[in-house]
């Protein structure tokens, strides 16, 4: 008897519902043929977002569920949890009831706070990376978005964990290393696509397209290219990041400083308007202090821009020796040079071509796949989608 094959249901949970994580939760929700269940919540406060998310989460899928059974249906309506690390996975999962918290879950660690550089430790700050820990224990698969990201994360858990004051965890980093692989996170190439190649204007132009907080160092860019300016070099800028309530007024008067060098200073209104200020660049730049994947720039190799980033963090995973600067006085001869001799666009679009959800949502669906396997164990022949049913007669292993 054929067994009727549904489509895999998967609940996502993401407390910072924006920037990149909302681009490629969004992404794979429409790339990946499933049922999505969302629960999320405003990109703001993010130390609250780890502090406090999983209360909310864990009640939203508890009615949910109940909503579920209401309506007559068996088990749970979900075959896999999504989860991002600004979730506290065991919280979670201990608030939402043994049936949600059996089912197999994922975090995607697009960051990691044992690596994050606080400019002011305070003693509450350790529950970020230990909230971090405790997700990737909780969870069934760890997923991360570079190399770098994965073995920062495993180097430090053990020596954090050294910090307690006595009964010190042994074997976390290696359970969770067990458990992991690296999988980047796609970007969608289609506002990119449609803009048509802008004429580039008399003067070449830098992009920096990063937030303005300080583990992206805006202040060693501005001071780069202010020592070209002092030079007397013909150069535009365009600063196309988001800024804060508390950093606005500093990004102003660093972009002011530049006069009419400056074309641009600020988030742009819309997914266009960024495709097609990166389109309008010549050279994009990166002086992040702490970077795992670094989106921005993927997406600017795309639109048309020659990379330039440090060597350092995640960076050497993706872009070639040449592309990178290992110290600020590098960064000012590095861009000399750009400015100089102006780079040939799309040089570097080959780079970012890797990173599409054409190329990379099928590995997140079977990564799904996988995981909803499980889940059949305990539903002997129903089947899910791109997972074959389980045999009366499957010994129960992990796949």
Same mark, same amino acid.
């Given at each position: 008897?054929?067994?009727?094959?549904?489509?895999?249901?998967?609940?996502?949970?993401?407390?910072?519902?924006?920037?990149?994580?909302?681009?490629?939760?969004?992404?794979?929700?429409?790339?990946?043929?499933?049922?999505?269940?969302?629960?999320?919540?405003?990109?703001?406060?993010?130390?609250?977002?780890?502090?406090?998310?999983?209360?909310?989460?864990?009640?939203?899928?508890?009615?949910?569920?109940?909503?579920?059974?209401?309506?007559?249906?068996?088990?749970?309506?979900?075959?896999?949890?999504?989860?991002?690390?600004?979730?506290?996975?065991?919280?979670?999962?201990?608030?939402?009831?043994?049936?949600?918290?059996?089912?197999?879950?994922?975090?995607?660690?697009?960051?990691?706070?044992?690596?994050?550089?606080?400019?002011?430790?305070?003693?509450?700050?350790?529950?970020?990376?230990?909230?971090?820990?405790?997700?990737?224990?909780?969870?069934?698969?760890?997923?991360?978005?570079?190399?770098?990201?994965?073995?920062?994360?495993?180097?430090?858990?053990?020596?954090?964990?050294?910090?307690?004051?006595?009964?010190?965890?042994?074997?976390?980093?290696?359970?969770?290393?067990?458990?992991?692989?690296?999988?980047?996170?796609?970007?969608?190439?289609?506002?990119?696509?449609?803009?048509?190649?802008?004429?580039?204007?008399?003067?070449?132009?830098?992009?920096?397209?990063?937030?303005?907080?300080?583990?992206?160092?805006?202040? $060693?860019?501005?001071?780069?290219?202010?020592?070209? #300016? &002092?030079?007397?070099?013909?150069?535009?800028?365009? =600063? +196309? *990041?988001? !800024?804060?309530?508390?950093?606005?007024?500093?990004?102003?008067?660093?972009?002011?400083?530049?006069?009419?060098?400056?074309?641009?200073?600020?988030?742009?209104?819309?997914?266009?308007?960024?495709?097609?200020?990166?389109?309008?660049?010549?050279?994009?730049?990166?002086?992040?202090?702490?970077?795992?994947?670094?989106?921005?720039?993927?997406?600017?190799?795309?639109?048309?821009?020659?990379?330039?980033?440090?060597?350092?963090?995640?960076?050497?995973?993706?872009?070639?020796?040449?592309?990178?600067?290992?110290?600020?006085?590098?960064?000012?001869?590095?861009?000399?040079?750009?400015?100089?001799?102006?780079?040939?666009?799309?040089?570097?679009?080959?780079?970012?071509?890797?990173?599409?959800?054409?190329?990379?949502?099928?590995?997140? $669906?079977?990564?799904?796949?996988?995981?909803?396997? #499980? &889940?059949?164990?305990?539903?002997?022949?129903?089947? =899910? +989608? *791109?997972? !074959?049913?389980?045999?009366?007669?499957?010994?129960?292993?992990?796949?």
């Amino acid at each position: 008897m054929d067994i009727p094959v549904r489509r895999l249901r998967v609940l996502a949970l993401e407390p910072y519902y924006g920037g990149s994580h909302r681009a490629v939760l969004d992404g794979l929700i429409e790339h990946i043929d499933a049922e999505w269940t969302l629960l999320t919540l405003p990109a703001r406060k993010w130390k609250w977002r780890m502090r406090g998310a999983a209360i909310n989460m864990a009640a939203d899928a508890r009615a949910r569920l109940a909503e579920w059974r209401a309506a007559g249906g068996e088990g749970a309506p979900w075959d896999v949890v999504f989860a991002s690390t600004f979730v506290n996975l065991a919280e979670f999962k201990g608030l939402a009831g043994a049936e949600i918290a059996a089912l197999p879950s994922i975090v995607y660690f697009h960051e990691n706070q044992l690596v994050y550089p606080n400019r002011h430790e305070a003693e509450w700050d350790f529950q970020f990376p230990l909230t971090n820990i405790t997700s990737a224990l909780a969870a069934d698969r760890c997923l991360f978005n570079t190399r770098w990201n994965l073995d920062q994360f495993v180097s430090e858990t053990t020596p954090f964990l050294k910090r307690f004051p006595d009964y010190h965890p042994a074997g976390v980093a290696e359970r969770i290393a067990a458990k992991s692989a690296v999988l980047p996170p796609p970007f969608d190439p289609r506002p990119f696509d449609k803009v048509m190649p802008p004429l580039r204007g008399l003067r070449p132009r830098i992009v920096w397209p990063h937030r303005w907080e300080h583990d992206k160092d805006p202040e $060693a860019f501005f001071a780069a290219v202010g020592t070209l #300016a &002092a030079e007397g070099l013909d150069f535009e800028v365009a =600063v +196309a *990041g988001q !800024a804060f309530r508390e950093t606005a007024d500093s990004m102003q008067a660093a972009a002011a400083a530049l006069g009419d060098r400056l074309v641009h200073a600020g988030e742009p209104s819309s997914r266009a308007e960024y495709a097609a200020l990166l389109a309008s660049a010549d050279i994009a730049v990166s002086t992040a202090l702490n970077e795992f994947f670094g989106l921005a720039m993927i997406e600017a190799c795309y639109a048309g821009c020659s990379p330039l980033v440090p060597d350092r963090l995640a960076y050497p995973e993706i872009y070639a020796k040449d592309l990178r600067y290992g110290h600020a006085d590098a960064l000012v001869a590095k861009l000399r040079s750009l400015i100089l001799e102006r780079p040939e666009p799309f040089a570097a679009k080959a780079i970012a071509e890797a990173f599409t959800f054409d190329r990379l949502a099928p590995a997140f $669906a079977g990564e799904f796949g996988r995981m909803a396997a #499980a &889940a059949t164990l305990g539903y002997r022949g129903r089947g =899910v +989608a *791109g997972v !074959a049913p389980v045999s009366d007669d499957a010994s129960g292993e992990g796949t």
